[in-house]
């Protein structure tokens, strides 16, 4: 499922300028890096930082974006400089899967037995459907990001738990933030869905009706969400999405059920996913 590389990839001018100067940027001193588990990719899938990420650090890559570099916050427990987490050989593209396919087909593989039914209320064994978009102007969702940033970043209650080890920050060639585990072959869910592509499908589509922007990737994907569902209905549904992208999304935050969890959906700024 390999991507033949790019002529446009700014990642090659970093290569050989890590500061960034020929594109008018002003870098942290960083790194790009080919490597992957199977060893050397074809082109730079991502810059990192070499020092670690502070609270300015995503306001700080602003001006990446417009050559087309996202920003993206890596722990400790992602090894990318030795590629040991990177797979970007399994990878096929977003663009080419349905999200509706891929979390009906999900939800459908793992039946709920009787007396565990209360988890997936008000829902059953039929896929219940997609959430309904909430409308936001179109600059809310990369302020909604950057927020989340520093929460992840700033001694606090949301503070990232990278397990008191350093975070980098590090830019990554995509057309838009759901696509960030695809381009660089973001691996950590592979024992569940092997081809990362068919779950930024479904990130896509929260991109579209939640403003959802990915502003972690390490063991686990943390997404920030701009526009949160309105309802308890529409919440409830959102939970169901969620439960089939990630079964243990709910245990992520304590909880076990559908219901409980769209409480907690209302008011959230950002969803933490991570595949056991």
């Known amino acids: 499922m390999t991507t033949p590389a790019s002529p446009s990839n700014p990642l090659h001018h970093l290569a050989s300028d890590p500061t960034g100067a020929s594109l008018g940027l002003s ?25 670690p ?30 590629g040991s987490d990177l797979a970007p050989e399994t990878v096929s593209r977003p663009g080419d899967h349905d999200a509706v396919e891929v979390l009906a087909g999900h939800w459908a593989r793992r039946p709920i037995r009787p007396a565990y039914r ?30 989340v940033a520093r929460l992840m970043l700033e001694p606090g209650p949301d503070q990232y738990d990278f397990d008191g080890q350093t975070s980098w920050i590090a830019l990554v060639p995509a057309r838009r933030s759901a696509d960030i585990p695809a381009a660089i072959g973001w691996s950590w869910a592979a024992d569940y869905e092997r081809d990362v592509a068919r779950l930024c499908a479904v990130l896509r589509t ?39 992208f990630c079964p243990d999304a709910l245990a992520n935050f304590g909880m076990s059920t559908i219901r409980e969890y769209a409480t907690y959906l209302l008011t959230a700024p950002y969803w933490t996913f991570g595949w056991d």
Do not use: N
Request: charged share 15%; net charge negative; with cysteine.
């Open 53 to 82: 990420a502070s609270s300015g650090s995503w306001a700080a890559l602003r001006p990446a974006r417009a050559l087309g570099l996202l920003p993206v916050l890596i722990g400790p427990d992602m090894s990318v400089r030795g």
């Open 118 to 147: 209360h988890i997936r209320a008000p829902f059953g064994a039929a896929w219940p459907g997609l959430a309904q978009a909430v409308r936001h102007a179109p600059d809310v969702p990369e302020t909604a990001a950057e927020h």
């Open 27 to 51: 870098l942290p001193a960083g790194s790009t890096t080919c490597d992957t588990i199977e060893g050397t990719w074809h082109e730079p899938l991502l810059w990192v930082s070499d020092s």
């Open 206 to 244: 929260w991109e579209d009706r939640f403003g959802a922007r990915v502003v972690v990737a390490g063991c686990a994907l943390i997404v920030s969400a701009a526009a949160p569902p309105t309802t308890r209905g529409e919440a409830e549904l959102l939970a169901a999405e969620h439960m089939a």
